[in-house]
Protein backbone atom coordinates (compact mmCIF):
# COMPACT_ATOMS: atom_id res chain seq x y z
CA UNK A 1 0.00 0.00 0.00
CA UNK A 2 2.81 2.02 0.75
CA UNK A 3 4.54 2.04 -2.25
CA UNK A 4 1.51 2.25 -4.41
CA UNK A 5 1.44 5.66 -3.01
CA UNK A 6 4.43 6.97 -2.94
CA UNK A 7 4.41 5.86 -6.70
CA UNK A 8 0.86 7.94 -7.20
CA UNK A 9 2.41 10.89 -5.06
CA UNK A 10 5.40 10.76 -7.80
CA UNK A 11 3.44 10.36 -10.82
CA UNK A 12 1.21 13.59 -9.34
CA UNK A 13 4.08 15.57 -8.98
CA UNK A 14 5.81 14.94 -12.34
CA UNK A 15 2.45 15.81 -13.72
CA UNK A 16 2.26 19.26 -11.70
CA UNK A 17 5.72 19.93 -12.74
CA UNK A 18 4.72 19.08 -16.71
CA UNK A 19 2.19 21.14 -16.14
CA UNK A 20 3.70 24.33 -14.82
CA UNK A 21 6.38 24.17 -17.63
CA UNK A 22 3.68 24.00 -20.60
CA UNK A 23 1.56 26.68 -18.59
CA UNK A 24 4.85 28.72 -18.66
CA UNK A 25 5.73 27.99 -22.50
CA UNK A 26 2.08 28.63 -23.75
CA UNK A 27 2.00 31.85 -22.22
CA UNK A 28 5.40 33.01 -23.31
CA UNK A 29 4.87 32.12 -26.80
CA UNK A 30 1.19 33.58 -26.66
CA UNK A 31 2.26 36.78 -25.87
CA UNK A 32 4.93 36.43 -28.06
CA UNK A 33 3.13 35.84 -31.36
CA UNK A 34 0.31 38.09 -30.27
CA UNK A 35 2.61 40.95 -30.37
CA UNK A 36 4.10 39.83 -33.47
CA UNK A 37 0.54 39.45 -35.41
CA UNK A 38 0.04 43.30 -35.16
CA UNK A 39 -1.38 44.41 -38.55
CA UNK A 40 1.06 47.16 -39.68
CA UNK A 41 -1.65 50.10 -40.26
CA UNK A 42 1.19 52.90 -39.87
CA UNK A 43 2.03 54.75 -43.32
CA UNK A 44 -0.13 56.74 -45.85
CA UNK A 45 -3.46 56.11 -46.18
CA UNK A 46 -6.42 56.98 -48.56
CA UNK A 47 -9.72 56.34 -46.74
CA UNK A 48 -13.16 56.73 -48.48
CA UNK A 49 -15.84 56.82 -45.92
CA UNK A 50 -19.26 56.01 -46.86
CA UNK A 51 -22.33 57.28 -45.11
CA UNK A 52 -25.47 56.67 -46.97
CA UNK A 53 -24.92 57.54 -51.07
CA UNK A 54 -22.53 59.98 -50.19
CA UNK A 55 -18.58 59.13 -49.99
CA UNK A 56 -15.91 61.30 -48.68
CA UNK A 57 -12.27 61.20 -49.06
CA UNK A 58 -9.81 61.52 -46.57
CA UNK A 59 -5.91 61.14 -46.55
CA UNK A 60 -4.18 59.95 -43.18
CA UNK A 61 -0.45 60.18 -42.00
CA UNK A 62 -0.29 57.60 -39.31
CA UNK A 63 3.12 56.00 -37.37
CA UNK A 64 2.36 52.52 -35.42
CA UNK A 65 4.33 51.97 -32.24
CA UNK A 66 6.00 48.54 -31.30
CA UNK A 67 3.14 48.19 -28.91
CA UNK A 68 0.45 48.77 -31.51
CA UNK A 69 -0.49 52.36 -30.35
CA UNK A 70 -1.42 54.82 -33.57
CA UNK A 71 -0.91 58.33 -33.83
CA UNK A 72 -0.90 61.27 -36.64
CA UNK A 73 -3.09 62.78 -38.36
CA UNK A 74 -5.94 62.92 -40.91
CA UNK A 75 -7.01 65.09 -43.72
CA UNK A 76 -10.20 65.67 -45.72
CA UNK A 77 -9.96 66.41 -49.29
CA UNK A 78 -13.51 68.90 -49.04
CA UNK A 79 -11.44 70.62 -46.58
CA UNK A 80 -8.59 71.85 -45.41
CA UNK A 81 -8.83 71.03 -42.21
CA UNK A 82 -5.97 68.53 -40.42
CA UNK A 83 -7.98 65.77 -38.08
CA UNK A 84 -5.59 64.17 -34.75
CA UNK A 85 -5.87 60.80 -34.78
CA UNK A 86 -4.85 58.22 -32.12
CA UNK A 87 -6.06 54.58 -31.78
CA UNK A 88 -4.86 50.66 -31.29
CA UNK A 89 -4.09 48.06 -33.36
CA UNK A 90 -4.78 44.42 -31.97
CA UNK A 91 -3.89 41.71 -34.44
CA UNK A 92 -5.85 42.80 -37.23
CA UNK A 93 -8.32 44.76 -35.27
CA UNK A 94 -7.69 48.25 -36.20
CA UNK A 95 -9.00 50.67 -34.30
CA UNK A 96 -9.28 54.61 -34.21
CA UNK A 97 -10.35 58.27 -33.13
CA UNK A 98 -10.60 60.88 -35.38
CA UNK A 99 -10.64 64.71 -33.73
CA UNK A 100 -11.35 67.44 -35.75
CA UNK A 101 -10.20 70.65 -34.28
CA UNK A 102 -13.66 72.82 -33.33
CA UNK A 103 -12.36 75.59 -35.71
CA UNK A 104 -13.60 73.39 -38.31
CA UNK A 105 -16.82 71.70 -36.85
CA UNK A 106 -15.58 70.04 -33.98
CA UNK A 107 -16.36 66.46 -35.28
CA UNK A 108 -15.28 63.30 -33.65
CA UNK A 109 -14.91 60.51 -35.83
CA UNK A 110 -14.80 56.58 -34.85
CA UNK A 111 -13.53 53.84 -37.36
CA UNK A 112 -13.12 50.16 -36.04
CA UNK A 113 -12.05 47.67 -38.72
CA UNK A 114 -9.91 45.16 -40.23
CA UNK A 115 -6.77 45.16 -42.24
CA UNK A 116 -7.07 42.15 -44.52
CA UNK A 117 -3.68 43.02 -46.10
CA UNK A 118 -0.63 45.37 -45.75
CA UNK A 119 -2.74 47.66 -48.22
CA UNK A 120 -6.36 47.53 -47.13
CA UNK A 121 -8.33 48.10 -44.19
CA UNK A 122 -12.19 47.61 -43.83
CA UNK A 123 -14.78 48.17 -41.52
CA UNK A 124 -17.89 50.52 -39.76
CA UNK A 125 -17.52 54.14 -38.77
CA UNK A 126 -18.95 56.66 -36.64
CA UNK A 127 -19.14 60.52 -37.27
CA UNK A 128 -21.12 62.79 -34.96
CA UNK A 129 -22.40 64.78 -37.63
CA UNK A 130 -23.15 61.98 -39.92
CA UNK A 131 -24.29 59.25 -38.15
CA UNK A 132 -22.51 55.25 -39.35
CA UNK A 133 -21.31 53.89 -42.46
CA UNK A 134 -18.82 51.76 -43.64
CA UNK A 135 -15.14 52.56 -45.18
CA UNK A 136 -12.27 51.46 -47.07
CA UNK A 137 -8.44 52.24 -46.50
CA UNK A 138 -5.74 51.57 -49.16
CA UNK A 139 -2.04 52.28 -48.40
CA UNK A 140 0.27 54.22 -50.48
CA UNK A 141 3.02 51.82 -51.63
Not at 15 to 44: E, K
Not at 76 to 88: F, I, N
Request: aromatic content about 8%.
Amino acid sequence: MKLTIRWWLRGLAALALLGIVFVGISSASSSLVSAATNANAGGNWHYKLTFGGHSYAWDATLQQSGRGILTGRSDPASMDCLASVKGRVAGRVVAMKWQVPTRCGAEKIKLSGTAWSSTRITGTVVDSQLGKGTFTASKDL
